[in-house]
Structures are given as structure tokens and as C-alpha cells.
């Protein structure tokens, strides 16, 4: 029996998904569905392979990822195509976030080695006769759930952590993108063909709790606020631990002294790119009084010229168009006004650039996440408002602040993971600084050291060398030796500072 096709959206017929493009309907591809047994199967085969990838030691791992950044980066072109037929985004887009991806490949497996080997820590006073030896040991098998949005980019920043850190993967793409997951772990295969270091597990939801409680010893997760809470929930029975990156609700703030033009630029990127589709996309725009309006006029100015269809690619997930509608009436009957697009933007599978203003703080619009190419506007009388209202929000995963003399110091009061200064969005690509966020955004990092820390766990071995000094970690201690170490206290850490 044929199940009913909607552009887009994945179905299962016969075991086997079926993934197709959300603007033409066109088949991507089929790929075989993993039941709890296969997904069993694969952690199985991954915990072998995970002895034979960590005895490479980080220079073997290091020669092989590196194999598999180049490989990636001759058939950059293939994979674009295969992102366009399966998310339908634009090829431009996919070749600029794969270059992110590949730079994260290439960060982790150059630093894996200074960030996560072994190292001796310095003795402290009180436990001189002592020498501490430090090491970062893989977990074993990680599991990676991905996100369809950017599914090149978000899912290779834990595996290659992961793997530079010497643990195999297990890969549960998003159903709404197998086929361009299952490229990943092919060409990954190819110059990796000894064991199944990386693999790929497909299907739904049940796939994705099926690799929650396998028996993986760690789960990277990215997507909603609203799965992460059921993936966390899965984790738990058997405390798992999780790394999370969810929804955000971003802000950028526009200063007094900021370059409108430059601010207009990357508000209408940070908003608009990927169909608005981006966890860190600009969705709220505090501008202050004195450079509101040039900012808004230089906004519309800019979006106004971009073309679904083009620029603007459809909307991957369908049900995510009503919620964009939704947003957009609600803020309107709120009292909001478009000064581009509104309520007629939403054209299924598309949706036109919209910008609004005067949209109430208590609207949908402001409070909830949109996932479209909207963005609010809203005046401010200075800095200090902006931050207050960029904060007053559940979820911190990151933000923008354009302006000159201040920028930096706003940048550190908003509540949030990452902040670009003076440009959107671009955070996401720099291999030595850590991304995640906090509150409803999640916990964790990837990226940078912090990130390869996650899919390590620490080992701390002390050493005795000598006799100790203070003998009171004994039965053997007398009074005179708590009287030695009360007194070694107070002229080490009684004086006031």
C-alpha cells in the first residue's frame, strides 16, 4: 500500500523512507528504516570499531579526518546539489555551510590532540609530596541526533569532536533529510573502510529514542526545545548524558553609532537566510531611537529585493507554515504593522520576506520562535532597553550587536551562548570557539575546546613521590600534626585579601 505523499514530507512504505523535496515534490531519495533492533546492531558494531579507531591515537585520527575534509571538499559541489533536492535551499547556501563544517573538521582534528592529551597538573602546597597526571579518555560510542535545517554543518560539529576524540558515531539524521546524512557516512567510509567508525541510523522519532536508550554512553541532540525535552527524558532512565542544542529566539541590537547600511545587511542575513530556518537567526531587532528609522527604511530596502524561489527557499517542514501564519496574524491583530510582506506572505511552500513593526513584547512574533523569514523591529530609547528586552526571553542561544563605542560591553550583557559584534550569524563557523546556549536553548558545547571536552571524559591519577610533610590523612597523626596543619592554614589562606 502507497502512503500519501506531501512535498517534503518523509513517508515510510514498506520499511524504507522515502525523502522528497519540499518545493517540487521530487523524490531525493530511499533509504532502509532502523528499527530498535538495527539501531542495537549498529551500537554493537560501533563499540568494536571504537577500540580499533582510538588505538589509531590522535595523529592516525588526525591523518583520516583530515582524508575525509578533502574528500569533502572536492565533491563540495555534490553535496550542495543533494542539500538543494532535499531541503530545496539554495546551492550558494549549502556550499557556505558546508565550508563552516569543513572548518570544524579541520579545527578538531589538528587540536584534538593538544586540547585532550594527557598532561601532568601542577602540585599544590598542601599536597606537594604529590603529582597529578591528567588524561581525556573517548566515551565510547556517541550518538548524534541531527537537524534537517542545516544538515551538513550542525551534525558534523559533534561527529568530528566525537571522532577526533576517539569515539565511533552513530548518525540518526533527521527524517527529513536521510539522504544527505547517509552521504556523509558513505564518504566518511571511504577513507575510513577498515571498520564502522561512523554510521547512520534512519527513521523517525522511535529511531531517534531507539539510540536514546541503546546503550550509547553519550547523545549529542539538536532540534526543538520541545524533543530535546523527550530526548533528555529517554537519556535519563539509563543517565546518559546529553549535549543540547535547541530553539533561540535571537536578538541584535543596533546602537546609536553602528553602520546602518552594515546593520541593515546582516539583519536582513541573520533573518532571512535558509527561509529564516536557522536556530540562531535574527528574529527580533532592538534599534534605538536615533537610527530607527534610517535602519528600518535600509531593511525593507534590502529584503524587499529578495525572491522566493530564489534567495528565498521553501519551507522545509509544511507544518511549519501555519505557525509562521500564525505569528504573523497575531502580531498584526496585536497592533503590529508589515512594512513588507504580512499576511499575505505565507505561499505554500514559500513564504515572502516580512518585516514588522510596533509588534507588542507579549505577541507570538516576540515571544515565540517563528523559524520563517520574518524579523520585528522595535524602538528603543537607548542600550539598557535593548538588553532588557533582548533578555526578556526563555530561551539564550545567541545575538548580535552592532554599534562601535559600546558594542563589546553590550555584548556581554545579553544572556545568551554566542554574540557576533558588528556581523550575524558568524560565530557558527569558527573552529576555536565554543556554540551552544543556555536556558530553553540548551547546554553543552560544541566547536573549540570546550567542545572536544564534551566527548571526553576526565581522568585525574595522583602520584605519591615522598613521605607528606603534615601526616594527617592517617591514623598515625597526633595532635602536634593537626596543630601543624591548622597553623600551615592560617598563613596560607587566613590573611585577608
Known sequence: MTATRVPGVPVIEDGV??????ATGAEAGRLPVSDQAAVGAAVARAREAAQWWQSLGFDGRRERLLRWRSLIVRRITELAQISKLETGKPEADAIVETAAAIEHLDWSAKNAKRVLGPRRTRSRVLTVEHGGHLEYLPYGVVGVIGPWNYPIVTPIGPISGALAAGNA??????????????????????????????????????????????????????GSTATAKKVMAACAENLVPTVIEAGG????????????????DAAVWGSMTNAGQT?????????????YDAFVEAVVERAGKLRTGAEIGPITMPKQLDIIREHIDDALAKGGRAVLGGASAVQPPYVAP????????????????TFGPTVTITKVADADEAVRKANDTAYGLGGSVFGKRDAVRIARRLRSGMVAVNSTLTFVGVGNLPFGGTGDSGFGRIHGDDGLREFARAKSILVRRGPSA?????????????????KTLRLLYGRRT
Open 17 to 22: 523512507m522515502i525523502s522528497t523535496n519540499p
Open 169 to 222: 558515531v552513530v548518525f540518526k539524521p533527521s527524517e527529513y533529510t536521510p539522504v544527505l546524512g547517509q552521504w556523509l557516512v558513505d564518504t566518511f567510509a571511504e577513507v575510513v573502510p577498515e571498520h564502522p567508525v561512523l554510521q547512520a541510523v534512519h527513521g523517525m522519532g522511535d529511531t531517534g529514542a531507539a539510540l536514546c536508550r541503546s546503550g550509547v554512553a553519550k547523545i549529542a541532540f539538536t
Open 249 to 264: 529566539k535571537d536578538a541584535m541590537i543596533v546602537d546609536a553609532d553602528a553602520d546602518i547600511a552594515a546593520a541593515a
Open 279 to 291: 536556530c540562531i537567526g535574527i528574529e527580533r531587532v532592538y534599534a534605538v531611537a536615533p537610527v
Open 354 to 369: 516580512t518585516v514588522l513593526v510596533d509588534v507588542p513584547d507579549h505577541s507570538l512574533e516576540i515571544r515565540d520562535e
Open 470 to 486: 603534615i601526616p594527617v590523612q592517617s591514623y598515625g597523626r597526633t595532635p602536634k600534626h593537626i596543630a601543624a596543619l591548622i
